[in-house]
């Protein structure tokens, strides 16, 4: 019986089994570096499109915490804790943290346990394809039972336990006015950003998993004594989970989530050739983006170098964003009355050819779902066969050449790339409901600068009119304009007519959040866990 196949599936095929059905399971992924990532030199594919860094080594593997990758941690339920260090033990802090990380190293995942659970799944779900095709028992794939958990902190919070960084020296909440940000109505866990030191996200296959990974942490660094929940209720906590069938892997207004996340050479599978149209180095990501290493700095500010504490470290931007998915039905009904394409403006595409995943066996990655290889293709934008330049996927992904010189000349494009693994808070929206009811999104993103990924692209991009052309409107999804005014955005009906539209009431509205710094597990068990200074 080859050894990737469990005990519950029989080792040959029964008899009645045509010959042209093979005997045994395909092989699955192996645990460690996917085997379809090309070599750096390799001939057959375009110089372009290949791997502009070497993988990553198994060492870092090991030690960078394990959401920070395009696929994030397995899971139908996360939390968010939120904590502050009691005044008076930074010391005590440092020293629990040092000893869990080192006494229970199983409690903060790395990118090694995540892709092998990654690979666990895939491996049960190919188990299941195979019993079914044979007519044998246990046709369905089974629910492993796994749990996640990353740490990160705030600048405050490095601060308690002796580390700085000269450009993470200020929190969301002093950016407010940037952003555009809403001043109350917040969240009450959110409204007080100092009293944030720490994030703790747990991720798991059920409620009763994500709590018990977060207790066993909880314990291991003393929570009423050492370290305290954040005030405003729900016992600092912050909760979602998946939508179910046939809405999973979508947010509250249906659109899928999770596509066009930038890849890591050595834990990321190469994707195929984009759309000719698409500019080759924001298809073809690299760690770079995404993780701090020797010589990070702001792209505008080289002075400003990461010290060497923060290497094989992320950023985090977290966002508690609440969706209005009535108003969202209604503006795409009002879209209508222009007898225009209302997908295209709210966030989808027109364009959809080819979608690349991982999930699938090796075999099918060829298959065709429509999703997420394309370009912008270069044509008159106030045409329909165009999306157009306000829909939140082109304002948020621009992906095509020109879009960042000829239109805007943002060079900053090239830096702006991050990593999306949020999850979906509330019960779905139905017809009639009572009032008062919310959902909507627990936004985090992983990036190796928070100037160059989320804020560059909220500020120069989702709230600016001018990008990615001159009068494209705000991002109708999350662009926030200043205070007291409306969010305007622009639709082309089918005549070619351009014609303003206000949206009143806002689709998404900030509930508050916060920066985070995710240190390496060498970081938790060292530099920072020393005595405070």
Excluded at 140 to 154: D, G, R
Aim: aromatic letters at 8%; charged letters at 20%.
């Amino acid at each position: 019986m080859p050894p990737d196949v469990p005990p519950t599936v029989p080792p040959t095929v029964p008899p009645t089994v045509p010959p042209t059905v093979p005997p045994t399971i395909p092989p699955t992924i192996p645990p460690t570096i996917p085997p379809t990532i090309p070599p750096i030199t390799s001939p057959t594919a375009p110089s372009k499109y290949q791997w502009q860094y070497p993988a990553l080594t198994p060492n870092q593997l090991d030690v960078i915490q394990g959401d920070i990758w395009s696929k994030g941690f397995p899971k139908h339920n996360e939390t968010y804790y939120l904590f502050k260090i009691a005044p008076g033990n930074a010391t005590a802090f440092a020293q629990c943290l040092r000893k869990m990380v080192v006494d229970q190293p199983e409690l903060i995942s790395n990118l090694k346990s995540t892709k092998k659970a990654r690979d666990d799944i895939a491996a049960e779900k190919q188990r299941a394809k195979v019993a079914s095709k044979l007519g044998l028992p246990n046709g369905k794939p089974e629910k492993l039972h796994m749990s996640f958990a990353l740490i990160a902190f705030t600048y405050k919070g490095l601060n308690m336990v002796g580390k700085t960084d000269p450009a993470f020296f200020k929190g969301m909440k002093s950016d407010g006015d940037a952003l555009n940000d809403a001043k109350t109505g917040l969240d009450p866990l959110l409204a007080n950003a100092n009293e944030i030191h720490g994030l703790i996200k747990v991720a798991g296959c059920s409620t009763g998993s994500v709590n018990g990974r977060l207790e066993k942490l909880q314990a291991a660094l003393q929570r009423g004594t050492v370290i305290q929940d954040v005030p405003g209720g729900a016992e600092g906590r912050l909760d979602g989970a998946t939508r179910e069938e046939p809405f999973r892997g979508k947010e509250h207004f249906g659109f899928e989530d999770g596509i066009s996340q930038p890849l890591m050479n050595g834990i990321d599978d190469t994707p195929p050739v984009p759309d000719p149209g698409a500019l080759a180095e924001f298809n073809m990501d690299t760690e770079q983006s995404i993780l701090v290493v020797t010589g990070t700095t702001r792209h505008e500010n080289s002075s400003a170098r990461r010290p060497d504490w923060m290497h094989d470290g992320s950023f985090l931007v977290f966002r508690k964003l609440e969706q209005d998915v009535g108003a969202f039905r209604q503006l795409k009904a009002s879209f209508a009355t222009y007898q225009c394409e209302s997908a295209a403006h709210m966030g989808a595409p027109l364009t959809l050819p080819a979608y690349y995943t991982t999930d699938a066996p090796p075999a099918d990655h060829e298959k065709v779902k429509a999703m997420n290889n394309f370009g912008y293709v270069k044509v008159d934008d106030d045409k329909l066969a165009a999306c157009p330049f306000a829909a939140h996927i082109r304002k948020t992904n621009p992906r095509r050449f020109g879009e960042w010189d000829a239109n805007s000349g943002d060079q900053g494009l090239k830096f702006a790339k991050m990593v999306r693994c949020g999850i979906a808070y509330g019960t779905d929206y139905t017809e009639g409901e009572p009032a008062g009811l919310q959902r909507g999104l627990l936004f985090a993103c992983y990036q190796a600068c928070i100037e160059d990924g989320f804020r560059h692209m909220q500020l120069a991009w989702s709230n600016k009119n001018s990008f990615p052309g001159s009068k494209s409107g705000l991002d109708p999804i999350v662009g926030q304009a200043p205070a007291g005014e409306a969010v305007k955005t622009f639709v082309t009906d089918k005549k070619g007519n351009k014609k303003e539209v206000l949206i009143t009431a806002p689709l998404v509205t900030f509930k508050g959040g916060e920066y985070f710094f995710v240190p390496s597990i060498t970081a938790l068990k060292g530099v920072l866990t020393e005595a405070p200074l």
